[in-house]
């Protein structure tokens, strides 16, 4: 079964640049940054004021009010970003009837690195002003993380695997991944996966605060996340979902579906080395981009363009580099770089979903998207990174690399469709 095929055939998202996949891709092709002040609640006691936060959603485009009050946001997100996928697709909403697909056959695979955290912030405060009687009944399945898998497969019935990774900011390409594995192994013909995240949160900010982790570049967000830049002083929060409906070869073919790209490998390491740093030398991003390429029998010379994790925070940066120099060799200088990060922010356990779907969009375009914010060299991370400017380049092979505290490790290669 491990020589069925498997290419992508719907795309959605939700992000701090807007609430569809055209608006993801024209603001990152385009350097257009999403990220400001946050308007969700005041964070004048924070060392870090600034955020990517998903803007004019209104789930009542997509369900009852009645039915998003319980649900948290990170769940409407990827449901949101489910629904544009599945149109993308040429599928129906409701799967039941058995018509286009069997359901039985589609499974869900969406992760989260923190799942309903506000809804858990909103409900301890209940509890410690209100007592335990108060508290949601709704409070853990609008918290846990499998929510988002959880609410979109019984939104379209789809009933094959049903589950989600949570490692992290690694958290959708690890569901991408593993979701591959199952249309690939036979599990399912159909896959609906990626990432979603609510993460602009006061508890959030503030655990985030304490590690020194964010850039407090309050004054000037627009450019406060510089992957790769000297002066970059700390990643940038942002949120959303970025969803993709992965589909078996003949499955597609025999449905009519138009395919945006092919799915070709994926490679998943540990670091086994620290809770937040990546390991030295980024050997533990190497090794999973390496075997990524040895499972879709490619050779680094081959791949066109990387979007780097890039989460403009120093070690992160400069061991990604060291990684990238250690897969490539001497060829590295021959591969196009870059981290949308600067423009979209970093989305946590999303960011592989709204990643791998810019990296899908660069093969159809042939247009690599740049890293803005990038003026000043770092004598540590010495790549072409595409500098503020995108580029057109005929890109066959594209590779997203993902890596999550805890020493999670991601990397995910998707390959121009010819047939």
């Known amino acids: 079964m491990d020589s069925r095929r498997v290419v ?40 870090t004021q600034i955020a990517g936060e998903v803007k004019n959603f209104d789930p009542t485009l997509y369900m009852t009010e009645k039915e998003a009050r319980r649900m948290d946001d990170f769940a409407l997100y990827a449901i949101a970003a489910a629904d544009e996928a599945m149109k993308n697709a040429g599928l129906p909403l409701d799967l039941r009837d058995g018509s286009v697909v069997n ?12 799942g309903g955290m506000r809804t858990l912030e909103k409900q301890c405060e209940v509890l410690l002003t209100k007592g335990p009687g108060r508290v949601s009944p709704f409070l853990i399945p609008m918290m846990i993380s499998d929510m988002g898998s959880g609410s979109v497969s019984m939104r379209y019935g789809a009933k094959g ?9 690694a958290s959708a390409a690890h569901s991408i991944g593993e979701a591959y594995r199952a249309v690939r192994s036979g599990d399912a013909d159909m896959m609906i996966t990626g990432g979603a995240e609510a993460s602009v949160s006061r508890l959030g900010f503030a655990g985030f605060c304490s590690e020194k982790a964010m850039s407090q570049r309050n004054d000037d967000p627009l450019h406060a ?31 009519g579906a138009a395919i945006l790209a092919e799915l070709v490998g994926y490679g998943a390491t540990g670091d ?14 190497a090794r999973a981009f390496n075997m990524a390429l040895h499972n ?9 363009y990387v979007n780097a994790h890039g989460t ?21 200088g021959s591969v196009a770089i870059s981290s949308t990060k600067g423009t979209i922010g970093h989305a946590l356990g999303a960011a592989g ?52 505290f805890g020493g999670h490790n991601a990397a995910l290669i998707l390959k121009r469709f010819n047939g």
């Open 8 to 47: 992508i055939t719907g795309i959605g998202a939700v992000s701090c640049v807007g609430n569809d996949a055209q608006s993801l891709w024209d603001a990152v092709v385009n350097g257009r940054c999403g990220l400001g002040k946050v308007e969700r609640f005041d964070l004048s006691a924070y060392r």
């Open 225 to 255: 996340s510089r992957p790769f830049d000297k002066d970059r002083d700390g990643f940038v929060m942002s949120e959303g979902a970025g969803i993709l409906i992965l589909e078996e070869l003949e499955h597609a073919k025999r449905r």
């Open 272 to 285: 086994a080395y620290h809770i937040t740093s990546p390991a030295p030398g980024g050997e533990g991003a």
């Open 296 to 304: 879709a029998g490619l050779n680094p010379e081959q791949v066109d």
């Open 312 to 332: 403009s925070t120093t070690l992160n940066d400069m061991y990604e580099t060291q990684a990238l120099k250690s897969v490539f060799g001497d060829k590295v």
């Open 353 to 404: 979903g709204l990643e791998t779907i810019i990296c899908a969009l660069s093969i159809q375009h042939g247009i690599i998207p740049p890293t803005i914010n990038y003026e000043t060299p770092d004598p540590e991370c010495d790549l072409d990174y595409t500098p503020n400017t995108a580029r057109e380049k005929t890109v066959n092979v594209a590779v997203n690399t993902n890596l999550g």
């Open 161 to 169: 695997p049903n589950f989600t990774a949570v490692s992290a900011c």
């Open 103 to 114: 359901p039985d056959r589609v499974g869900v695979c969406i992760g989260s690195g923190i």
